[in-house]
C-alpha cells in the first residue's frame, strides 16, 4: 500500500494489515499469506461447483464461481501494476470477495434472503453475499475459528457489490467496524479493494456474454453496436478495453474509474446482459424447483436440530447420508456456536449456504427416496423364482 504518490492512503500499514488474532508474519508477506489462507479453505473448494450464471453446468468450459474469483483476483492484480498499488492485496481480495455466495447463484442468494427474513430477526437484517462472505472469513472457515485475515483485506470482500455501476469509486479510508455493517453502501478502505470492485463487473459482463453466446442462447450480432465498436465482441476484446480504459483514466484523474464514452457502452453492455441474459427464460424456467428445493432443506434441517441439538449420533437414526454429514457439522461447530448463541436456524442457513448446486440437488433426492430405502426395498419385492434375486446391483 503506498503511503505517497497520487493513490496515496492516509491509514496506516499496520491499521491496514492487522488481524482479528495477533500471529507471527512470515516471509509470505501480509497479503499474499491471507491469498494462501483462502486457496486452502474449504469454501473456497466449493466455490469450483457453485453456479455463476448458468446452473450445474456438464460443459467443462462454462464458467462456475471459482473461475469468476480468479477472473476478479488477475484483472485487479493487473490493473494495481500500473497504478502502484499493491497486487498481492488486491489478489487476495479477488480470491476471497465471493465466499459467501450461495448455491444456485444470485437466484439462490434471493432464497436465502427471504428464509433470512423469516422468523425472529438475525444480524444483518438481511442476506447479501457480500456481508455474509465476511461472516464466513471471519467465523466459518477452520470449523468455528475463522482464517485471521488482514483488515484490509476483509474490508476488501465485505465491500466488494458487483451489482452496483458507478462510474468512478474513490475509497472513504476509514476503518471501520465491518461486522455491523448491516447494507451494501460502504465503500472500501483501501485503492485495491476499489479496484477489486470495479474488476467485478468487468470479469462477469464479457464472460457471462462469452458463456451465453457458446450456448446458443445469443448471438454475437445482437450486441449493442456501439458498445460492439467501442468494446468488442468477445471477452478477450471487452476485459483488455475496459482494463485499459480504467488504467488511463485512473491515473489522469486519482479515482478508479472509467472515462465517460467508455462508461455509456459500459452501461449499455451491462443493460444487454441483464435483458438478454439473466433474464432468459431458458434460466428463469427452474426458479420455483430451486425455491422449493432449498425451503424444502430448510424444513427438514430445522427440524433435525430442534429435534437432536448438539449430539452428533442422534443424526444417524435418520438413515441418510444428508443427517450424518449436518450432524458432523453441528458437532464439529458446536463450540463457535454455542459461544456465540447462534438460534437454531442461523445453523441450518450456513450450512444451506454453503452447500454446491450438485450437493444441493443430492441431498434433496437423499431425504425423498433415501438409497437405503431402495436396497432394503430391492431384496423384499424381487421374487424368488428371479435368478437375480437377493443380487444388488
Given at each position: ?6 493513490f496515496?492512503s ?26 494462501t ?8 473448494r466449493?466455490?469450483?461447483?457453485k ?8 460443459n467443462?468450459h ?16 493487473a ?6 498499488l ?5 489478489w487476495a481480495?479477488?480470491?476471497?470477495h ?6 444456485f ?9 427471504s428464509?433470512w ?20 472469513v ?11 485475515l ?12 458487483g ?6 469509486i474513490?475509497p ?7 461486522e ?19 474488476s ?17 442462447l ?45 462508461y ?6 451491462k ?30 434441517l430445522?427440524?433435525l ?11 444417524q437414526?435418520?438413515?441418510n ?46 431425504i ?5 430405502f431402495?436396497?432394503?426395498?430391492g ?11 437377493g443380487?444388488?446391483?
Amino acid at each position: 500500500m503506498p503511503m505517497d504518490g497520487p493513490f496515496s492512503s492516509p491509514l496506516t500499514p499496520e491499521e491496514l494489515t492487522r488481524r482479528r488474532e495477533t500471529r507471527r508474519e512470515d516471509l509470505r508477506g501480509h497479503y499474499f499469506r491471507d491469498t494462501t489462507a483462502i486457496l486452502h479453505s474449504y469454501p473456497f473448494r466449493r466455490l469450483k461447483h457453485k453456479t455463476q450464471v448458468f446452473y450445474a453446468p456438464n460443459n467443462d468450459h462454462i464458467c462456475t464461481r471459482i473461475e469468476h474469483v480468479m477472473h476478479v483476483a488477475s484483472i485487479a492484480s493487473a490493473i494495481c501494476r500500473p497504478l502502484g498499488l499493491d497486487g498481492d492485496l488486491a489478489w487476495a481480495i479477488g480470491l476471497g470477495h465471493d465466499l459467501g455466495h450461495t448455491p444456485f447463484g444470485h437466484l439462490g442468494e434471493k432464497i436465502l434472503d427471504s428464509l433470512w427474513k423469516e422468523g425472529p430477526p438475525l444480524k444483518p437484517p438481511r442476506f447479501y453475499h457480500e456481508l455474509y462472505s465476511l461472516r464466513v472469513v471471519d467465523n466459518l472457515c477452520a470449523y468455528g475459528r475463522g482464517l485471521n485475515l488482514c483488515y484490509a483485506v476483509r474490508d476488501g470482500i465485505v465491500t466488494h457489490c458487483g451489482e452496483k455501476f458507478e462510474k468512478h469509486i474513490l475509497p472513504d479510508c476509514a476503518i471501520k467496524n465491518l461486522e455491523d455493517l448491516d447494507n451494501r453502501r460502504a465503500y472500501p478502505a483501501t485503492w485495491e479493494g476499489a479496484v477489486v470492485r470495479m474488476s467485478d463487473k468487468i470479469a462477469y459482463l464479457g464472460r457471462d456474454l462469452e458463456d451465453a453466446v457458446g450456448l446458443g442462447l445469443i448471438d454475437r450480432s445482437q450486441i449493442p453496436a456501439e458498445a460492439a465498436e467501442v468494446l468488442g465482441t468477445t471477452n478477450g476484446e471487452i476485459i483488455n478495453n475496459l482494463v485499459l480504459d480504467l488504467i488511463a483514466h485512473s491515473q489522469a484523474n486519482r479515482c478508479i474509474g472509467f472515462s465517460d464514452p467508455v462508461y455509456r457502452v459500459f452501461l449499455q453492455l451491462k443493460d444487454f446482459n441483464y435483458r438478454r441474459i439473466y433474464a432468459h427464460p431458458s434460466l428463469n424456467q427452474y426458479n420455483d424447483y430451486f425455491k422449493r428445493i432449498l425451503y424444502t432443506l430448510y424444513g427438514y434441517l430445522l427440524d433435525l436440530i430442534e429435534a437432536k441439538n448438539f449430539d452428533g449420533e442422534k443424526y444417524q437414526g435418520e438413515k441418510n447420508f444428508l443427517a450424518l454429514r449436518f450432524g458432523d457439522y453441528v458437532k464439529k461447530m458446536e463450540n463457535f456456536y454455542v459461544s456465540s448463541e447462534a438460534p437454531l436456524r442461523l445453523i441450518v442457513l450456513d450450512y444451506l449456504a454453503g452447500m454446491t448446486d450438485n450437493y444441493a440437488l443430492d441431498c434433496i433426492r437423499e431425504i425423498m427416496l433415501p438409497g437405503t430405502f431402495e436396497r432394503q426395498f430391492g431384496r423384499i419385492i424381487i421374487p424368488t423364482n428371479n435368478p437375480a434375486a437377493g443380487r444388488l446391483e
